[in-house]
């Protein structure tokens, strides 16, 4: 059999590199066939741009969540060919200034082994730019269940900032006396007021050694989060929008729906909730 122009179909296939099976199938009236995955491409991109710094597992079990049958090797193989792989570029800034005469503490933390909420929080600084001004943001962070229980966002970096973080905490938690709260040395959390005020809540006071900031590796997570996830991605004009994006960002994205491999791909809240009910506790709200 001859195609047009004399070339036989024996030589076609030879110079196109397929076999005759496939020429044929492939013929001028043949309709393509629908993509077998088109919905659950289109729901993995919806997790994508809802949430992109998530990489594979996280996707996996977002996609879990919302219903879907799905394992692993297949959403990454999706991922792979609709370039929704990223490299997420690491950084550290170094923002404490431990050169000060107040008295510090020794690491408690280091040697804790975890095993409810309220046993250990976890604070840190970091500073956030402004179109025209750098403001600083004090967190504290319950270290079990990665929620972020009490925040402040101000233009100076004195004790009222973490203070007012500290404050917040407290009055959402009320823990019993025995809690170990872990920061770095600086002058902030060295303060007087800062540390008799855990004093008087019975919080034993735990801080890394100098120039160790892996010692306190959950707030350097977290900061990454923050701002791979929200402050790179907003151009705040001012201090009371940067305040109002973090405040959403913090309570009803990071707080309610961020899910985390280490708390079983839950977010903190949701965590929290399980093992209330588990153990027998009434959670906090």
Known sequence: MKADRGLTIERMVELGGVSRASFYRS????????DPDMDLRD?????ALEWPSYGRPRITAELRRRGWEVNPKRVYRLMREDNLLCVRKRKFVVTTDSNHSRKVYPNLAGEMVLTGIDQLWVADITYIRLQSEFVYLAVVIDAYSRRVIGWALERTVEDDLTLAALRQALEL????????????RGSQYASGDYTDLL????CQISMSHKASPWENAGC??????????EVYRQEYRDLAEARASIAQFIDEVYNQKRLHSALGYRPPVEFEQVLAVSSGLETRA
């Open 43 to 47: 729901a993995i991109q919806r997790v």
């Open 173 to 184: 938690r009320r823990p019993a006396p025995g809690l170990v709260h872990h920061s770095d």
């Open 220 to 229: 350097e997570s977290w900061m990454k989060t923050l701002k791979s996830e």
């Open 27 to 34: 013929g001028p009236d043949r309709q393509p066939r629908p």
């Open 199 to 202: 004093k008087a809540q019975g």
